[in-house]
């Protein structure tokens, strides 16, 4: 399987506005998001992406074909919701770059794409010498959730191994509505972040 990693940036990006938000749609679908979504919603939503030179999204291509997608941006560009948790801490969101989605689709999975997308982001990160730390947040789902998956295993062992520290203590909420529900609820997310080295 011959799968090209492609890094675009900045106004670069439009063309694969409506990629990752198919993307989203799909994959966020899965536990533990279980994003009911809509197209409309997405392109809006992703538009943030075009407001700065430093986005990046990095690729993974199948020929034409966008089959992955990973995302980072300044945290400063973000919604209040992702830099409230950093305002007043030793960490602002001045010096923050923050990572977005991160999606793949089930058959290409477990070929190091997942590593790739963090090396991409990171070197961009770094790259740009005004961050100090990269961060992403996660939903936090109870165990006993009803839309667990039998044998579903979190990706936290693969984010410690890339470097990452879970900090319970920097915590926000978004809203969406569930595949069960019938309007949007609050959902926790906390964060997990690294230093640039």
């Known amino acids: 399987m011959d799968i090209q990693i492609k890094s675009v940036t900045g106004n670069c990006i439009k063309p694969y506005i409506k ?41 993974a291509l199948d020929g034409a074909r966008v089959v992955g997608a990973s995302s980072g941006m300044p945290m400063s560009i973000e919604s209040e919701e992702v830099k409230a948790p950093f305002v007043n801490t030793a960490i602002p969101p001045e010096r923050v770059f923050y990572f977005g989605e991160s999606l793949l689709m089930k058959a290409y999975r477990g070929r190091g794409i997942g590593h790739l997308f963090f090396d991409e982001r990171e070197m961009h990160a770094k790259l740009l010498k005004r961050f100090s730390h990269t961060a992403f947040c996660a939903v936090v789902r109870p165990d006993d959730h009803p839309g667990r998956p039998a044998g579903y295993l979190p990706l936290d062992p693969f984010w410690v191994k890339r470097g990452y520290t879970r900090r319970p203590d920097l915590v926000t909420s978004f809203s969406w509505q569930d595949l069960n529900e019938t309007q949007e609820s609050l959902k926790p997310m906390v964060f997990w972040i690294r230093e640039i080295s």
């Open 19 to 59: 990629d990752l938000a198919r993307l989203r749609m799909e994959l966020f679908r899965d536990f533990p998001y279980l994003y009911d979504g809509s197209l409309e919603y997405e392109e809006e939503y992703l538009s943030v992406y075009l407001r700065s030179r430093q986005t990046i999204i990095v690729l």
